[in-house]
């Protein structure tokens, strides 16, 4: 009885990956060239999310800062989810929705790239981190899932909507996590090379 329903979790994620890839290839890949026109002019990219999101944000910041599978030069990301006390900070003075925005606002700059994880798309600080981005001319990439919540309004023309085509948060992650992958990969492609990593 456990045994399967183990199994279900992989069929199930396995099953929703292949469903998606088709539907998140373009959009996708449309945030890797955001991603590239950023970090080859200078700029850096921003990434937040709550709780699992937020790991996601330092998972994505870590590889662009560290490496993916190649060796490469560092590429500048800042996990916005990592500075104790600045979020309790401003969760204190100004309120929890407030903890990413004021970052934003703070350290972007135009030519940046906001990277706003939120599985729902309805996060009250993630929205707000967006509005932030636009203030200071910074692209957006939305991660989101259940058809995409408030974020779908927040978001301009020339920002870029991932949405998992799904409702169950475990599943919506899952995708987000290859996402980020796929992103990272595509990078290191287009500025190393097509060429497969050392094992």
């Given at each position: 009885?456990?045994?399967?329903?183990?199994?279900?979790?992989?069929?199930d994620s396995a099953?929703?990956?292949?469903?998606?890839?088709?539907?998140?290839?373009?959009?996708?890949?449309?945030?890797?060239?955001?991603?590239?026109?950023?970090?080859?002019?200078?700029?850096?990219?921003?990434?937040?999310?709550?709780?699992?999101?937020?790991?996601?944000a330092q998972h994505?910041?870590?590889?662009?800062?560290?490496?993916?599978?190649?060796?490469?030069?560092?590429?500048?990301?800042?996990?916005?989810?990592?500075?104790?006390?600045?979020?309790?900070?401003?969760?204190?003075?100004?309120?929890?929705?407030?903890?990413?925005?004021?970052?934003?606002?703070?350290?972007?700059?135009?030519?940046?790239?906001?990277?706003?994880?939120?599985?729902?798309?309805?996060?009250?600080?993630?929205?707000?981190?967006?509005?932030?981005?636009?203030?200071?001319?910074?692209?957006?990439?939305?991660?989101?899932?259940?058809?995409?919540?408030?974020?779908?309004?927040?978001?301009?023309?020339?920002?870029?909507?991932?949405?998992?085509?799904?409702?169950?948060?475990?599943?919506?992650?899952e995708v987000h996590?290859?996402?980020?992958?796929?992103?990272?990969?595509?990078?290191?492609?287009?500025?190393?090379?097509?060429?497969?990593?050392?094992?």
């Amino acid at each position: 009885m456990l045994e399967q329903r183990i199994q279900q979790h992989f069929i199930d994620s396995a099953d929703l990956k292949y469903h998606a890839a088709p539907l998140l290839s373009k959009p996708i890949a449309d945030a890797v060239q955001a991603l590239l026109a950023c970090v080859t002019s200078g700029g850096k990219v921003l990434s937040c999310g709550n709780g699992g999101s937020a790991a996601d944000a330092q998972h994505f910041s870590a590889e662009f800062v560290g490496r993916f599978e190649r060796e490469r030069p560092e590429l500048a990301a800042i996990a916005l989810t990592t500075d104790t006390s600045a979020l309790t900070a401003i969760a204190n003075d100004y309120g929890f929705n407030f903890i990413f925005s004021r970052q934003v606002r703070a350290l972007g700059q135009p030519g940046d790239v906001l990277l706003a994880i939120s599985t729902s798309g309805n996060s009250a600080n993630i929205l707000a981190a967006i509005e932030a981005a636009h203030e200071r001319e910074m692209v957006v990439i939305g991660l989101s899932g259940r058809g995409g919540g408030k974020m779908v309004q927040a978001l301009r023309d020339t920002d870029v909507h991932i949405c998992v085509p799904h409702e169950r948060t475990a599943r919506i992650q899952e995708v987000h996590l290859l996402t980020l992958h796929c992103l990272c990969d595509a990078v290191d492609a287009l500025l190393l090379g097509d060429q497969e990593p050392n094992p």
